[in-house]
């Protein structure tokens, strides 16, 4: 492993260039000896000019990636240790062997597919110069938080088509009841598709059962144009297995995580 400090202005995650073919990804990954990353760039190859370096403070890991064609969308994964396979856990999107099969082309239209054969378990999606959603609503005021009159809701459940553009398409009658708040029950990644929300394993990807990242956003500027706001339950104080920030440190033999996680208690 090279030794080398952290990029200037870079943080956790994935950290686009400007020049929309180069990204640096930035792993927090204490304890560990070597991470190397593997992807749709290197043929899912474990390839020593993709093992990724290491500040002096041993608690990073990090690599810059070129060559990357704009708009393109790339899988990837950490391989840490030679033996832990892992997502970013920054990543806005993953892809998922099990689950990703039973999400229709409606819900979510040209889903990229499963690297299947190439690797195994859940990998993450990064895409320069990705779509942008153009926001209509600018000058939304929120309701008074001592007036609000919210509607809780599963998208699952709430329609048969379990999708944002449903929520969209509903709007009138949840406005014509009478409410100016919606509460999601949580949205982003959870393990399988059919889910409360309770147990999500990736906080910062929108789960694609529901849809896309950017028609979230529409339903969201939807909302804010008919006077409603939107919350979001959110899940920080637990995750699944299938977590980067459990998977990176578990202890097998007592399935639960290690002494040495840096987020997670032993026992709950």
């Not at 990837?76 to 990703?100: F, R, S």
């Not at 929520?167 to 399988?192: Q, R, V």
């Not at 929300?197 to 990242?213: C, E, L, V």
């Not at 920080?236 to 639960?256: E, F, I, L, S």
Request: proline content about 7%; glycine content about 6%.
């Amino acid at each position: 492993t090279t030794v080398a400090a952290l990029p200037a202005g870079v943080q956790e995650g994935i950290n686009y260039a400007a020049n929309n073919t180069s990204v640096t990804l930035v792993l927090y990954a204490p304890n560990k000896n070597n991470v190397v990353v593997l992807g749709d760039f290197s043929s899912w190859a474990v390839l020593c000019a993709n093992q990724m370096n290491r500040p002096p403070d041993g608690n990073y890991y990090w690599i810059t990636i070129n060559g990357l064609t704009p708009g393109t969308e790339y899988a990837y994964q950490y391989l840490i240790d030679n033996t832990i396979k892992v997502a970013d856990p920054y990543a806005q999107k993953v892809l998922d062997p099990d689950y990703d099969g039973a999400i229709d082309n409606v819900t979510y239209p040209n889903l990229k597919p499963y690297p299947t054969g190439l690797t195994t378990g859940i990998v993450s999606v990064l895409q320069t110069a990705e779509p942008q959603y153009t926001w209509q609503s600018n000058n939304f005021v929120k309701p008074d938080k001592k007036n609000l009159v919210i509607y809780e809701l599963l998208i699952r459940d709430f329609t048969a088509q379990h999708s944002y553009q449903s929520l969209i398409d509903s709007l009138n009658y949840l406005k014509n009841i009478g409410i100016n708040a919606i509460e999601l029950m949580p949205i982003n990644e959870f393990d399988g598709n059919e889910s409360w929300g309770y147990n999500p394993d990736f906080y910062f990807a929108p789960d694609k059962y529901y849809g896309t990242k950017n028609k979230l956003k529409e339903f969201i500027d939807k909302c804010h144009q008919n006077g409603i706001a939107v919350i979001q339950d959110v899940v920080y104080n637990h995750c699944t297995g299938n977590a980067p920030q459990a998977k990176m440190y578990w202890d097998a033999v007592n399935n639960r995580p290690a002494a040495n996680n840096p987020w997670l208690n032993t026992v709950a």
